[in-house]
Nanobody, 117 residues
Framework: QVQVVESGGGAVQPGGSLRLSCAAS????????IGWYRQAPGKQRELVAS???????IYGDFVKGRFFIDHDNAKNSAYLQMNNLQPEDTAVYYC???????????WGQGTQVTVSS
């Protein structure tokens, strides 16, 4: 009943930037937070950044200072600006939505980010 669509992934060289977008459609519940997670080959999915409906943010330990999350509550959307990308940032990036129970129950299909020279 809820669709999550990510966009903005691609291939960049080290030091480059990408801006990921996440939008939710046909939401039937109150969205309490939107988060970005990533999963690289052979690694566990990890938090990149999240933002609550009131604007509070949480960043993964190794992306803070390079990545920045923002949102537009009216559009049920969130954006992840990624700067100074490095090869270790290569992963599939997933957008998740948290509803009234503050659990990330809805996910997009992911967008690939590849950083290589």
């Amino acid at each position: 009943q809820v669709q999550v669509v990510e966009s903005g992934g691609g291939a960049v060289q080290p030091g480059g930037s990408l801006r990921l977008s996440c939008a939710a459609s046909r939401s039937t519940f109150k969205i309490t937070a939107i988060g970005w997670y990533r999963q690289a080959p052979g690694k566990q999915r990890e938090l990149v950044a999240s933002i609550s409906s009131d604007g509070a943010t949480i960043y993964g330990d190794f992306v803070k200072g390079r990545f920045f999350i923002d949102h537009d509550n009216a559009k049920n959307s969130a954006y992840l600006q990624m700067n100074n990308l490095q090869p270790e940032d290569t992963a599939v990036y997933y957008c998740g939505l948290a509803g009234p129970r503050f659990e990330y129950d809805y996910w997009g299909q992911g967008t690939q980010v590849t950083v290589s020279s």
